[in-house]
C-alpha cells in the first residue's frame, strides 16, 4: 500500500494544525458557525442530529494492522468505542467533541491518515474494488490509479468548490464490484488488441433523488491520458453545473439536459488541449506508485487444500462460512475473506474498537498486514492461506464477526438514518435488524441465496437503495415513517435502478412486507440456481404487486 512522503507528511501536519486553530476560534466564538461550516466540511467534520461526526478516508479501503489499531485508539479516547464504516469506504465517528477533533486527526496523521475531502462540494474518497490486488479475474490493480486520483484530487485549486460533490469509482476487474456506473466519473481498467492497460470512462450516474446509470463517453482511455481526462471532465462539470439548485447539480444533471454526444463533444474538445500538458501520466511514475501495491510475496501452502476439507467435514458452521465468506484468489493456495459487518440482529458496518484490534492482530499474522473495506460495509481480507482459514475463522467467533452471510439477505447495507443524520426522514438501523432477525435462520439463508437489500433513510440515498436488489427508503409521510419498497435493483456490471413497487409501508410492516417479496421469489424461481434478481427480471414486478398489495389499486 502506498507510503507516504516527505511533503505528504507535511502537508497533512499543517492542515491539521490548521484546523485546530480554526476550532479554538469557532469555540471562542470568534468563528460563527456559517462561517465555520466550509472549513469543518472540508476536513470530514459533519454537524449531526446529536454531535457532530467526524468522517475518515480510507483511500480505495485499503488500511494496515497499524492503521486499524489507531482507528480502535480513536473509537476509545475520542467517541463511544465504536466506528460506523461506511459504502465509500470510509470510517465516520458519531460522538466525538469538537474540542477533541484536532487531537484525533492529529493521531490519524501519525499513521498516513486523514479526513481530507470526506465531506464538502469536491472530489471525495476514490473508492475501488475491495479484492483488488488478489481477485482472479482481474485485468489490473485498480489502486494504483486511484492512489494517482487521489493525488491529483487533493486540495485541488480548481476543483475544491465544485456545484456538488464529485465522486470517482476504479475497479480492474471482469465483475464490477466497486458500482462504477452509479458514480460521477467510473473507470474501469481493460486492455486494447496490442495488451495496452487502459479505461472504459463512464460519466454521470449516481443514485439520490434523481437515480441514473452513467454513460459510456470513452470505451479506451490510454493510461498516459487518465489525468488530462479526467481533468477535462470534471472542468466542463464545473463551467457548466449548475449552482442554483442543489438537487440539480450533480454532473449526472448535466449530463441529462446536455445530452451525452454534447458534453462527450465538450470533454473531448477540453482534452485535446490538454493532452500533451504536464498532466500527462510518466511511464515511470505510474510504476513507482504500482510497485507500492505489489502482490505480497505469497509462499506455496498446498497443505491448505487437505486441511480445509478435514475442517469443513468436523465443523458445518466453519463449512457454512468457507462456503460464502472466502473467495477465490489469484493464487490457489489462497482465499480472500469477507468479515462480515452484520451479525444478526447487529447494526450494518459498526465495529468495535475491541473487534478493530482483533482484526488488526489477525490482518498481521495471517493476511500479510492488509485490510479492506468494501462499500458494501465489511471488511476484507485479501490474502489468507487456505491452511489458516481455520484459525481466522476461530479469531471472528471470538469477536462476534464470524458470520457466514456475505452476499445473502441478512448482509444488509443501511445508512445511519434518523438515529444520527440530521438529514434522515426515517430509521435505518430499526429496521436492517429486524429483517436480520426475521432471516437469520442459516438454512432459510442458504435457500434464499444471493439477495442484498439496501436501506436509506432519505432520498440522498447513502444506503443505495436505488441499486438493491430490495431497496427500502425511509420517507417521512404525515408525521410518521414509511417505508418504500424498490425491487430490480443491481449495481455490478449489469448496473440498474430499482423499479418501487407500490405505496410505502410502517415499520411495523415492512419485515412482513420483505417476508412475503421473498416467499414470492421462492414459488416462482425456475430452480435453486436462479437468483432472486434473475427472477424478478424474468417475470417483472406484478407478481410480487398482487402478493403484496392484492390488486393494482391497492399498490397505487
Known amino acids: 500500500m502506498y507510503r507516504y512522503d516527505e511533503f505528504d507528511h507535511a502537508f497533512v501536519s499543517e492542515r491539521v494544525e490548521q484546523f485546530r486553530d480554526q476550532v479554538q476560534r469557532r469555540l471562542s466564538g470568534e468563528l460563527a458557525e456559517d462561517a465555520f461550516k466550509p472549513l469543518r466540511l472540508m476536513n470530514g467534520v459533519y454537524l449531526q442530529l446529536h454531535a457532530y461526526m467526524l468522517r475518515i478516508a480510507i483511500p480505495y479501503g485499503t488500511l494496515s494492522a497499524r492503521q486499524m489499531r489507531m482507528l480502535a485508539h480513536i473509537a476509545r479516547t475520542y467517541d463511544r468505542g465504536y466506528g460506523h464504516f461506511t459504502t465509500r469506504q470510509n470510517l465516520q465517528f458519531n460522538w ?28 471525495r474518497n476514490v473508492t475501488a474494488d475491495h479484492f483488488a490486488g488478489a481477485a482472479a479475474d482481474e485485468v489490473a490493480d485498480p489502486r494504483p490509479y486511484a492512489e494517482i486520483l487521489r493525488q491529483w484530487s487533493s486540495v485541488h485549486p480548481e476543483f475544491s468548490f465544485l456545484p456538488r460533490k464529485f465522486k470517482i469509482a476504479v475497479t480492474g476487474a471482469e465483475r464490477d464490484r466497486a458500482a462504477i456506473q452509479v458514480h460521477d466519473i467510473g473507470l474501469h481498467l481493460k486492455k486494447n488488441d496490442k495488451g495496452e492497460i487502459g479505461f472504459a470512462v463512464y460519466v454521470g450516474g449516481g443514485q439520490g433523488r434523481t437515480p441514473m446509470i452513467a454513460k459510456l463517453i470513452r470505451d479506451f482511455l490510454p493510461e498516459e491520458d487518465l489525468l488530462s ?71 506455496e501452502r498446498a497443505e491448505g487444500w487437505e486441511n480445509l476439507a478435514r475442517w469443513k467435514k468436523a465443523d458445518p458452521a466453519f463449512a457454512r462460512w468457507v462456503q460464502q465468506n472466502v473467495q477465490p484468489h489469484k493464487n490457489p493456495d489462497y482465499g480472500m475473506v469477507t468479515i462480515s459487518l452484520k451479525p444478526v440482529g447487529g447494526i450494518p458496518g459498526d465495529a468495535t474498537d475491541t473487534q478493530m484490534d482483533a482484526i488488526a492482530d489477525l490482518a498481521e499474522e495471517y493476511a500479510f498486514d492488509e485490510i479492506r473495506v468494501s462499500h458494501e460495509q465489511n471488511l476484507i481480507l485479501p490474502h489468507v492461506a487456505l491452511a489458516d482459514l481455520e484459525a481466522i475463522y476461530r479469531g471472528l467467533v471470538a469477536i462476534d464477526l464470524a458470520e457466514a452471510n456475505a452476499g445473502l439477505i441478512t448482509d444488509i447495507i443501511a445508512c445511519p438514518g434518523l438515529d444520527y443524520c440530521a438529514l434522515a426522514n426515517a430509521r435505518s438501523i430499526p429496521v436492517a435488524q429486524e429483517i436480520s432477525r426475521r432471516f437469520g435462520n442459516p438454512e432459510r439463508q442458504a435457500e434464499i441465496g444471493e439477495l442484498k437489500i439496501k436501506i436509506s433513510g432519505c432520498i440522498n440515498a447513502c444506503g443505495h437503495h436505488h441499486v438493491g436488489h430490495i431497496g427500502l427508503l425511509g420517507v417521512e409521510k404525515k408525521g410518521a415513517e414509511l417505508y418504500q419498497i424498490t425491487l430490480g435493483g443491481s449495481g455490478d456490471e449489469h448496473t440498474s435502478i430499482g423499479e418501487i413497487i407500490g405505496r410505502g409501508f410502517e415499520p411495523d410492516r415492512v419485515t412482513d412486507a420483505i417476508e412475503t417479496i421473498v416467499d414470492t421469489y421462492l414459488g416462482l424461481r425456475l430452480d435453486p440456481s436462479e437468483t432472486f434478481l434473475a427472477a424478478y427480471r424474468r417475470v417483472g414486478p406484478q407478481p410480487f404487486k398482487t402478493a403484496l398489495y392484492g390488486s393494482a389499486a391497492e399498490a397505487a
Not at 467533541?97 to 472530489?123: F, R, W, Y
Not at 501520466?281 to 510497485?291: F, K, M, R, S, T
Open 96 to 123: 466525538p467533541k469538537l474540542s477533541e477533533i484536532p487531537d484525533a486527526l492529529a493521531d490519524l496523521a501519525s499513521v498516513e491518515m486523514h479526513a481530507l475531502q470526506t465531506s464538502g462540494n469536491c472530489i
Open 229 to 299: 481526462y479526467t481533468t477535462a471532465i470534471v472542468r466542463v462539470y464545473n463551467l457548466h453545473g449548475r449552482r442554483d439548485n442543489k438537487y440539480k447539480a450533480r454532473i449526472k444533471i448535466l449530463v441529462h439536459e446536455t445530452g451525452t454526444e454534447e458534453l462527450t463533444r465538450q470533454v473531448e474538445a477540453e482534452f485535446a488541449a490538454l493532452k500533451n500538458s504536464e498532466l500527462k501520466l510518466p511511464e515511470q511514475d505510474v510504476e513507482a506508485i504500482a510497485a507500492y501495491f505489489a502482490l505480497p510475496d505469497l509462499p
